[in-house]
């Protein structure tokens, strides 16, 4: 008798996109991408200069993998978008970094950030090194869209992934960051890097991001990472069973009418929500989903002001018919309620 023939186990993340794919035939999108000639994703937006730069990953097909610790994900450089108006022309500035001008990284640049000050443009971006830990380093230009010069080494106390830059008002800037699953989070719950780190059990509190303020040259930490701690509307801090509310990735802050919003993705429930407090620091209350989730497994945006409006940069895997992690960089406009609460996004018609 011949054995039945059994089909492998499609693990998670390939479920996940076989899903994708089928989606991807029914959905109408409502925003188009920003540029199509190349797989773009995790766009940090900011204005410097009168313009709009978008900082995102540069999407690549590989060989690798695809799993819940994201090894799909194996970019290898970065380019800058830029606009001088919404819904004009987008400019790609070409390769501003690549991994081979980093010395102490091996694979895998992730979500970057951006940020000005005195004259020279800090660029943020996480990416494994040698041992296979993610770090976080920063490179330096005196032009937003770079070419950037790499540090040597990562950002000491730096770890993990999804560096964002906030300035505060009084010129303060400070760099939030982290990530679970493939961004390793739950393997620094100690002071030290631990393989075998688990998320807490689904009663406990959910893990945190971190924020620390940036040292006045803006290539280190002036002080060791904090908790950012996002509580629900008693003040008790999320759990890490809170699936659909919990921080997981993809840290942002911005302040509108002198409130602080903190917004990040849930992950695995693949919204980009948001809490708000009154200091840099947090605590944040969770207020609600500033983006429903997108086609493909990761939602990661960003949000910025440009002359009086405000805009969400975000991400989908339309360009690629779904593959999740070949995505595009879009943008929509939001709306700050007149109670503080933002309303929420659909990308889909
Ligand atoms: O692009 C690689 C990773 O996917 C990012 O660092 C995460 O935020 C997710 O978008």
Redesign the pocket.
Known sequence: MTKPHLKPELNHAQLVQREAVSKAQLLQEKHSPLVSHIFT??PSAHVFNGKIYVYP?H?IQSDNEINDN?DQ?A?RDYHVLSMEKIGGVVTDHGVALSLENVEWASE?L??PDAAYKKGTYFFYF?ARDKEGVFRIGVATSDKPAGPFKARPRPIEGAFS??PAAFEDDDGKHYLYFG?LW??QLEKWRKPYFDKNGKEPAKSEPALNAKVALLSDDMIEFAEVPKDVVVVDEYGEPLKAGDNHRRFF??SWVHKHNGIYYFSY?TGDTHKIAYATGTSPYGPFTYKGVILNPVLGW???HSITQFQDKWYLFY?DSSLSGGQS?L?CVKMAEIKHLKDGNIKTVTAYR
Request: no cysteine; net charge negative.
């Open positions: 994703a995790d990953s999407d994201g994900y970019m895998q992730w979500a996480p992934i999804d990530g493939g961004g990735e993809a993705s990761t939602n990661h991400h992690h995505r």
